[in-house]
């Protein structure tokens, strides 16, 4: 009678493998997120412009917009539209799922069942990505429990949050990937599988070329310092199909255009020379497989060398990186108040806390991993986390959005330090020590230790909390006004041209048909600096630039906080004016409802 039992517990231990609970914590904590969101998702309330664009973007090509053509003609359209730096790649499988949803649910309930659930799927293959990436770690355990710590790792789990479309999550995702070839055995299949990820990575955003470039480095100084074959073999792999398949993946997103053009804030003509110039220089020194350390050394700095001879000589504009040609007034006004793309010390000391612990605690875990790792082999793996780990933290502190690439990596330490902790409590005899010291071991998952790193820190230095009133988070209806009084009124008028606050451009292209001068988008940078320059310059200019970009609209949102740093900036702006209620003589009210809070003025037609 005690066979079947004994039965029942193996197959169940069978059945239940890494794999399958990390699927079962993403599916519960993606259950969470629907149930949490549940209002956002029926009224399609985006937190993030980009989202709103990213659809807006998805629907023109649902429309017959070409798949090579990413213009987005409702931007600018006094200059013919704006050509956006965004790949195709994230748009592919939104388009696919709406186009495959729309003859059961009709457009707008497809549109938001496929916005609800394509960001928590793709987390699910980052889960399944860490747990296949990690588990060849020196203690095995750690690919049954890194599930659990990736649900608690705020900063990524939100990029994968319901109605998050947009391309941060695919980041992620492929920096992972590559993570997972890094840690597999040095073989020509590992390199080329990690390359291939690197390239799509690139694809996706150029913002991804510090991560690839880690993992190209790495690779190539195994080989110069021990010249192993297995070594020599991911390097070759990892670099030809870093080359090749940026080259694939560029010509199939953008066709031609794409292969020849010299963007410096996507993968175009200039990157492309660097890969292909550094791939060679990287094979021809593998296939001469020298025997002196500093010969290897010398070619590999010969190809690093060569590619950023390449990059510049193709482009000169990209050395100075992709928003060096921003007008200085859309940087004081817009850029920099984009806190992802701006360096750690521009938030909030408080929410220092919450990027650095994470990080802090996975470096001191994978050094311990590290230091007592028994085999080579071991070692190895746990040096890889370590690089990677540093290299994706101080990107993290530069550039904030990379956060969570670096959380990602600092989840096998977290995990490694979590079991050791959990083990001492364990053996720990007396009851409550066991018990506290069991709850202490908690602390290693990212956002409890963040938690209590932040009260501890908070307590003892008054000053790291925040302002009540920096505190103050508007919900996005209260930043953009759009709410249902607001769109109908705006749906009512006849399509034309809107010049808006920056922030506002992208929500008015996904709510309403109307076009619009400017986005927070910046290769449209002189459209957005009259933008700008027409709410916080001379007054006595802003009706020449309205007209010069032909917007028969302005509209804004009061609340808005960048609308509220335009009316701040001069007492006599058209912001303070119109704020004011006092509009110049060219601009006349447009009333759309008592209750929104929008308002819309009409430029009146000029004077002849």
Known sequence: MTGA??????????WLTPIRIALILWTAISLIAIVGKWHAIGVLELGDTDDAMRMAQVRDLLAGQGWWDLNQYRVNPAG????????RIVDAPLAAGILLLKPLFGQALAERIVMTLWPPLLGAALSIACVLGYRDLSDRRIAWVVPLFLILSGFVVMQFRPLRVDHHGWQIFLAMLIMGQALRPATWRA????????????AVSIEGLPIVALFAGLAALRWALYGRTGDRARMGGYMLALAGGAILFQFVTRGPVGLAGTWCDSLSAPYLAAFVGAAAVVLAAARANPAQRVTRFALLAGAAGLAAGALVWTEPQCAKGPFASLDPIVVKYWYRNVLEGQPLWASLPFDAIFVLTPSLVGLAGSLLAWRGSVTAG????WATVIIALLGAAALSLLVLRSVSTAHVFALPGCAWLGLRAWERARAIPSALPRILASAAAGLTLPLPGSIAAAIILGALFPALKPDEKEAVVLAPIERTCLDSVALAGLGQLPPTTILTPIDLGAPLIFWTRHS??????????????DTIRVFVGDPAQAEALVRKQQASLIVFCRSAADFDQYRRARKDDLAALLYAGKPPAWLEAVPIGEKSGLSVWRVRPAAR
């Open 5 to 14: 039992p004994v039965a029942d517990r193996v197959a169940r231990a069978t």
């Open 516 to 529: 619009l001068v400017a986005s927070g988008h910046h290769r449209n940078r002189e459209a957005m600096a």
């Open 191 to 202: 390199g080329l599988i990690a390359g291939l990820c690197a390239a799509a990575l690139l």
């Open 80 to 87: 013919g539209g704006v050509l956006m730096h965004w790949s």
């Open 378 to 381: 071991d070692r190895r793996n």
